[in-house]
């Protein structure tokens, strides 16, 4: 099992920046790739961003694409979202997710998921 939590959700402004963390603990080392989704109220979840957990090879939504950057820090289990250039249609709850299945990094498909964390982008 592979347990993840999310943090660094907040309010801000259009146009500002977050940054996102998830904390991977568990069984980490099956890990191959973790990936970043969010789902805003009366909408299905959005695949934003995905990244190799081994060597760094990231995978971006067209939305994310120039805005959001994914990356990891494999020595402390984490993952980030930084999230820049901000838009009132970018709120949402945020999830982190990970799985141990090979898959290509557009696969949708993942075996563990944290909690969500909210974040809300004022006009």
């Known amino acids: 099992q592979v347990q993840l939590v999310e943090s660094g959700g907040g309010l801000v402004q259009a146009g500002g920046s977050l940054r996102l963390s998830c904390a991977a603990s568990?069984?980490?080392?099956?890990?191959?790739?973790m990936g970043w989704f969010r789902q805003a109220p009366g909408k299905e979840r959005e695949f934003i961003a995905a990244?190799?957990?081994?060597?760094?090879?990231?995978s971006y939504a067209d939305s994310a694409k120039g805005r959001f950057t994914i990356s990891k820090d494999n020595a402390k289990n984490m993952v980030y979202l930084q999230m820049n250039s901000l838009k009132p249609e970018d709120t949402a709850v945020y999830y982190c997710?990970?799985?141990?299945?090979?898959?290509?990094?557009?696969?949708?498909?993942?075996?563990?998921w944290g909690q969500g964390t909210q974040v809300t982008v004022s006009s």
């Open positions: 997710a990970a799985r141990n299945s090979r898959l290509p990094l557009t696969a949708l498909s993942y075996d563990y």
């Open positions: 568990g069984r980490t080392f099956n890990t191959y790739a």
């Open positions: 990244i190799r957990w081994g060597i760094t090879i990231t």
